[in-house]
């Protein structure tokens, strides 16, 4: 129900989804290694739409789906060495819809963008350190982790399906494993 949490099911008489993805992966020799994977989708839905809490109008024609996002990226880099682990991943997306109808604009193509309809893009950061000290027979791993390194405050999606979506704030996760 658009507006609260309250999720429930829905059909759609067609969809389309149409998309491409790539992935690079370095591993050098040494500490140091990497990924990033790019994508390029685009989902949308058209036809009757029945199930769920809708508003009396539901849209007509195309439309894209709550979640269509037509450019997400990841990239991640990752030191580890005599038992120090660092690394940074960064999360970009072009935006979700953001509960609008289309307009004039829209389009069906894997590049049209239909910014109209979207949240603002985003991209969120995140970082984790470890490090493995042996005692004896024991292994001791304190781990930090960090969600969202510079609180970015974003929008995931906008209420359409389902009520809003807002990003998760900054969050701190301390961990200590203790084994062989």
Do not use: C, W
């Not at 390029?40 to 269509?68: C, K, M, Q, R, V």
């Not at 982790?145 to 405050?153: A, G, I, S």
């Amino acid at each position: 129900m658009p507006g609260s949490a309250i999720v429930t099911s829905v059909d759609i008489e067609q969809a389309r989804i149409t998309g491409i993805e790539g992935v690079v992966e370095v591993r050098p020799p040494g500490p140091v290694s990497g990924y990033a994977n790019l994508a390029l989708n685009h989902a949308y839905g058209y036809g009757a739409i029945t199930g769920g809490f809708f508003p009396a109008e539901p849209p007509s024609g195309t439309f894209d789906l709550d979640h269509d996002q037509r450019l997400s990226g990841v990239a991640s880099l990752v030191y580890s060495s005599r038992g120090l682990y660092l690394s940074a991943t960064g999360i970009y997306g072009s935006g979700l819809t953001n509960g609008s109808d289309p307009d004039s604009t829209y389009g069906t193509g894997l590049f049209d963008f239909n910014k109209s309809i979207k949240v603002d893009p985003s991209f969120i950061m995140g970082a984790s350190a470890g490090y493995a000290l042996a005692l004896g027979s024991m292994v001791v791993r304190p781990q930090i982790y960090v969600e969202n390194v510079f609180n970015k405050k974003y929008l995931l999606k906008g209420a359409f399906f389902s009520g809003a979506s807002v990003g998760r704030p900054r969050s701190v996760q301390l961990r200590v494993n203790i084994g062989a």
